[in-house]
């Protein structure tokens, strides 16, 4: 039973991060602009993940100077980049168009893979991309006569929050190929996106925005927090321990957008048409099939 529930770990963190437009659009619409937004979340996200951190083990605070550079690429570069053109997709596209995008991150892993560490690109991983795409140009609109839910900045900008994406995946990769636990990878990456954030910060519209509601305001920056950053890292992370990665990467890309287009509809009245939730469906069977593990990587991970 427990096993049954462990297994829906990475279902939630990809609904958890299908959430994000909730907070950006309530931000966005008080004044925030892209870079504060980012700053109150990973500025809060490091206060709570360095507490939760310093409970857990001290030890996971260390790192080698000379290993500095990853963590600069993974948060200044990867992160920063993620969350930037993801907060302006969301302002940009519908939410489920938004992340449909953002989804498309594992074809971008695929390529980058290929170029830096020779995994190879197969017939059918190839296919699986043509149709990701496919997906996502019918998500996008464009053949809808009249629609108005994209635009060719919020799909360059889309499409570059999921290469983004596959870059802090990557920078990760080899992170922890030199034997960084996941919790120091993703602190030390948002510590130093919230350093650099720092002059780009807003501060005046920051501190309207709690003293409008002190209580009630702080804690939504909390959850804010919570459910953009860390729970989703946690919950992702906690699952590979009880579930194999091709699998929780199923769950975790499949569950993403089908819960912004959910969340679309509820909170901002984004009703998708027959051919976006066709694309969707296209494109959640696309990644999915790419986020399986081939038979070579099954074979390791069972040696091992």
């Known amino acids: ?46 206060i ?3 507490l939760f951190l310093l409970i857990k083990d001290r030890r996971l605070l260390r790192i080698r100077f000379r290993d500095l550079w990853l963590f600069a690429g993974s948060g200044i570069v990867a992160m920063l980049g993620l969350n930037y053109c993801y907060t302006e997709a969301i302002n940009a596209l519908s939410v489920s168009l938004a992340a449909v995008l953002l989804s498309l991150s594992p074809v971008f892993v695929m390529l980058f893979a290929a170029a830096l560490f020779h995994e190879r690109i197969t017939r059918l991983k190839a296919v699986c991309t043509f ?16 629609s108005m839910n994209w635009s060719v900045y919020g799909i360059i900008i889309g499409v570059m929050a999921a290469v983004f994406y596959a870059l802090y995946s990557i920078f990760s990769k080899i992170a922890m190929q030199k034997d960084y636990n996941v919790f120091t990878i993703t602190f030390y990456s948002m510590l130093l996106m919230a350093i650099v954030l720092l002059p780009l910060t807003d501060w005046n519209i920051t501190e309207s925005f709690v003293a ?30 009880y579930v194999d990665a091709g699998k929780a990467a199923i769950l975790a ?52």
């Open 1 to 46: 039973m427990m096993k049954r529930l462990l297994i829906l770990l990475p279902l939630i963190a990809g609904i958890l991060w299908g959430s994000v437009a909730i907070f950006v659009r309530k931000l966005t619409a008080f004044g925030m602009d892209s870079w504060t937004i980012l700053f109150t979340r990973v500025a809060v996200a490091s």
């Open 48 to 50: 709570i993940m360095v």
């Open 131 to 146: 149709f990701a795409m496919a997906g996502c140009f019918l998500v996008s609109g464009i053949l809808e006569e009249g």
């Open 212 to 241: 409008a509601a002190p209580v009630k305001n702080t804690i939504f920056m909390i959850v804010h927090s919570l459910c953009s950053n860390i729970l989703p890292y946690i919950f992702y992370t906690a699952s590979l321990s």
């Open 253 to 304: 890309a499949g569950g993403e957008p089908a819960a912004a287009m959910i969340f679309g509809v509820l909170f901002f009245q984004e009703i998708p048409s027959v051919p976006g939730l066709l694309g969707l469906a296209i494109t959640i069977v696309a990644i999915s099939i790419l986020c399986k593990p081939d038979k070579k990587e099954l074979e390791v991970q069972n040696e091992i």
